[in-house]
Structure formats: C-alpha cells, structure tokens
C-alpha cells in the first residue's frame, strides 16, 4: 500500500472520530473527557524505584530476565523497546505505523473509531502503545511483557495496542498497566489482536490502579481457523470506574477462545466487566469466565454474551461472585443467543454471601473465622 494511501486511510478515520468525540458509551459510565490532561512532558529520570516496585505488582520484570521481549510506556512516551528473542517483533505502534504500511490493513479492523467518545479520543488524541508480532511457525519460549504506566496527575494516556500472531505461531503476552498508589486520570487501551490460521495467543493482563483513575479498555480480537485465544484479565486493587467488553470474533473453522478475570474490588470501586465471543465458523468454540469479590461499597456488575452464527458450535458462561459486606452489590448478566440449528451454549451463575455454616464447619476444625474466610474466597 503506498504511503499517500495509509495517510488517506488515517484521514478519514479522524473524520469519523471527530463525530463520535461526545458518544456516550452504550454500557457503563460516562465520563466528562474535558476534565484530563491531553499533554505531558517527556519524562527525565523515567525509570525510578517507585515504576520499577508497582511494574513488579503487575507481573512486569524491567530486567528483561525471562522474557522474549518488553515494551514500557510512561504517561504518553514509549520508553523501552527491547527484543531478546528470534521471531518476535516489539515496537510502539507509531514506529510500526511508519514502518510497515501493511498494518493498516489491521488498524481499527477489529474495532470502530467511532464506537464512543473513549474510541473516538484514543485516534485523535494517540499517546503511543504497542505492536507486538510473532512471525510465522515462530514459538515463543518465553513471554513478550508490556507496561503501561501513568504518572502525571489526571492524566488521558489514550494507548493503542496491536498484536499479530501469523500463521503457526505461538505467543504469550503480559501486559501490565500501573499508577502510583495515590493517582487520578483516564486510562483508554484500544488492542487489536490477530491470530493466523493455527496460531496461539496467550494473553494475560494485570491492572494495578489507584482509587482515583478510570480505566476503559476496548478490545478486539479475530481469529482464524484454528487459531486459539486465551485472556486472563486479573484486577485486585480499586479504582474510580472500570468498563471493558472485550469482543472475540471466531471467524475460523475450529477456532477457540477462552476469557477468564479475576475481579476483586473494595472501598466504592465501580467494575462493569464482561466479554462477547461471536461464534461464526464450524467448530469454533468459547468459554467466558468471571470470579468476582466485591466488599465495603464496591459494585461489580460482569457481563457475557455468547451469539452462535453457525452449526456445530460451543460456548459456555459461567459466573461466580461472593459479597463479603452488605453494601456491595454485584450483578451477572449472561446473554446466550443462538442463530444457527446444531449448537449448543450455556450458563451458569452463582452470587451471593458465603455461608454461615462453611464458616462454622472449619472453625469447628480449628481455624479462626479470618482463615476460614479466606480459604472459602480462595
């Protein structure tokens, strides 16, 4: 594709961009954008003790040790880019937009820049993310870690991420997104994820935010046949909001994926969670996860759609949740919806308090009432 055509494209996705800037979302809270900054100053002295400690709380070793590669942003500035494997390439995606003028047959492919005002600002308003591609029969020993860390104080860091597994391929990706304890601001994470024809993306993501931000991730993902995608979504420190509904696309025959998170929010942290796989294809298959614990005034609502398109599929819901105090509330809201004659989708939920008499039955062995607690929620 010639450059002047890529310009072209990015062009015209601003213009739509900039008619969706005031939609509202159609799930969760809104937020008035007015209220972030939408510049920062280069860092100096990036890499301090206090990054390096909450990178660690997140999964992220900034030593490289044990990973195939890393990719580190500070509030809008890519500043780490590092490959220390064969077959894998790690860059911010402003580089790999420069780079290659193929990715535009992927930018906003699994996604709409006019979604929301949340889309609509991460195009107008780009503060760097990633690109991260395993080549072709390539198989990752070792997994490709990303951090995404804000630090100036109520700040938009408005990333977009693309991931490309090709053909054959297999890939982890440990994503790690932090503030400082104390934090205020606007985290908005566009990903693309593409998986070629038999390939394999492992994707776990570690949020360790403060009462004070607000997180909207976007996030979409296409498959092919058979291709596999695994999402562990683990989050278990609060925030002001959070809403995320990942959309997977099983386009291929025999595709498969997998979305489990792990929620645990306390003091008046709001989690709108959830996931929606499509299954389009002969044999696609989907399993969508939610364990959550809501405590002080914390709610929580997940959410699950699973829509069957074509004969011979398979997808599964299943939430489970504990209150731990009367004030917080979670709510599951699974959604099945069959579109094709030979399938098969179900659901199960459970919320509620833990038993009284669970608690009783192990302090009756000899555990306190804190131990018994604890090995129920574990």
Request: aromatic share 8%; glycine share 8%.
């Given at each position: 594709?010639?450059?002047?055509?890529?310009?072209?494209?990015?062009?015209?996705?601003?213009?739509?961009?900039?008619?969706?800037?005031?939609?509202?979302?159609?799930?969760?809270?809104?937020?008035?954008?007015?209220?972030?900054?939408?510049?920062?100053?280069?860092?100096?002295?990036?890499?301090?003790?206090?990054?390096?400690?909450?990178?660690?709380?997140?999964?992220?070793?900034?030593?490289?040790?044990?990973?195939?590669?890393?990719?580190?942003?500070?509030?809008?500035?890519?500043?780490?880019?590092?490959?220390?494997?064969?077959?894998?390439?790690?860059?911010?995606?402003?580089?790999?937009?420069?780079?290659?003028?193929?990715?535009?047959?992927?930018?906003?492919?699994?996604?709409?820049?006019?979604?929301?005002?949340?889309?609509?600002?991460?195009?107008?308003?780009?503060?760097?993310?990633?690109?991260?591609?395993?080549?072709?029969?390539?198989?990752?020993?070792?997994?490709?870690?990303?951090?995404?860390?804000?630090?100036?104080?109520?700040?938009?860091?408005?990333?977009h991420n693309v991931i490309i597994v090709e053909e054959g391929a297999e890939l982890h990706v440990i994503t790690g997104c932090a503030t400082p304890r104390r934090a205020e601001g606007l985290h908005i994470g566009i990903s693309e994820f593409y998986v070629k024809k038999g390939g394999k993306l492992t994707f776990t993501m570690i949020h360790g935010w403060a009462e004070g931000v607000d997180v909207r991730p976007r996030t979409g993902v296409i498959l092919?046949?058979?291709?596999?995608?695994?999402?562990?979504?683990?989050?278990?420190?609060?925030?002001?909001?959070?809403?995320?509904?990942?959309?997977?696309?099983?386009?291929?025959?025999?595709?498969?994926?997998?979305?489990?998170?792990?929620?645990?929010?306390?003091?008046?942290?709001?989690?709108?969670?959830?996931?929606?796989?499509?299954?389009?294809?002969?044999?696609?298959?989907?399993?969508?996860?939610?364990?959550?614990?809501?405590?002080?005034?914390?709610?929580?609502?997940?959410?699950?759609?699973?829509?069957?398109?074509?004969?011979?599929?398979?997808?599964?819901?299943?939430?489970?949740?504990?209150?731990?105090?009367?004030?917080?509330?979670?709510?599951?809201?699974?959604?099945?919806?069959?579109?094709?004659?030979?399938?098969?989708?179900?659901?199960?939920?459970?919320?509620?308090?833990?038993?009284?008499?669970?608690?009783?039955?192990?302090?009756?062995?000899?555990?306190?009432?804190?131990?018994?607690?604890?090995?129920?929620?574990?």
């Amino acid at each position: 594709m010639p450059s002047g055509e890529r310009v072209s494209q990015l062009e015209r996705l601003k213009e739509r961009a900039k008619e969706a800037l005031s939609k509202p979302p159609s799930i969760g809270p809104d937020l008035d954008l007015s209220s972030f900054k939408l510049e920062s100053d280069a860092p100096k002295d990036w890499m301090t003790d206090d990054l390096v400690e909450r990178a660690q709380t997140v999964g992220v070793d900034l030593s490289g040790k044990g990973r195939a590669g890393t990719y580190l942003q500070l509030d809008h500035y890519a500043m780490l880019e590092k490959v220390t494997a064969g077959g894998v390439e790690v860059m911010s995606i402003s580089r790999a937009l420069e780079t290659y003028d193929w990715l535009m047959d992927y930018y906003w492919k699994a996604l709409n820049v006019d979604q929301d005002k949340f889309t609509a600002l991460a195009e107008l308003k780009r503060t760097e993310g990633y690109f991260i591609r395993a080549k072709k029969g390539a198989k990752i020993e070792f997994p490709v870690q990303a951090c995404l860390y804000m630090r100036t104080p109520k700040i938009a860091q408005n990333v977009h991420n693309v991931i490309i597994v090709e053909e054959g391929a297999e890939l982890h990706v440990i994503t790690g997104c932090a503030t400082p304890r104390r934090a205020e601001g606007l985290h908005i994470g566009i990903s693309e994820f593409y998986v070629k024809k038999g390939g394999k993306l492992t994707f776990t993501m570690i949020h360790g935010w403060a009462e004070g931000v607000d997180v909207r991730p976007r996030t979409g993902v296409i498959l092919e046949d058979g291709a596999e995608f695994i999402s562990i979504y683990v989050n278990l420190n609060p925030v002001r909001t959070f809403q995320s509904m990942p959309h997977v696309y099983l386009e291929g025959v025999n595709s498969k994926a997998n979305l489990t998170s792990i929620v645990a929010a306390s003091n008046r942290s709001y989690f709108d969670v959830g996931g929606a796989a499509y299954l389009r294809a002969e044999g696609a298959r989907a399993e969508i996860i939610s364990r959550t614990i809501a405590k002080d005034e914390a709610t929580i609502i997940a959410r699950g759609v699973i829509i069957g398109e074509a004969d011979h599929v398979k997808g599964h819901l299943e939430c489970r949740g504990i209150m731990l105090t009367p004030s917080s509330v979670i709510s599951a809201i699974p959604q099945l919806e069959a579109k094709a004659k030979d399938l098969e989708l179900s659901h199960e939920a459970a919320v509620g308090k833990i038993a009284e008499e669970e608690i009783q039955y192990l302090m009756a062995r000899g555990f306190s009432e804190e131990e018994a607690t604890s090995i129920i929620i574990r």
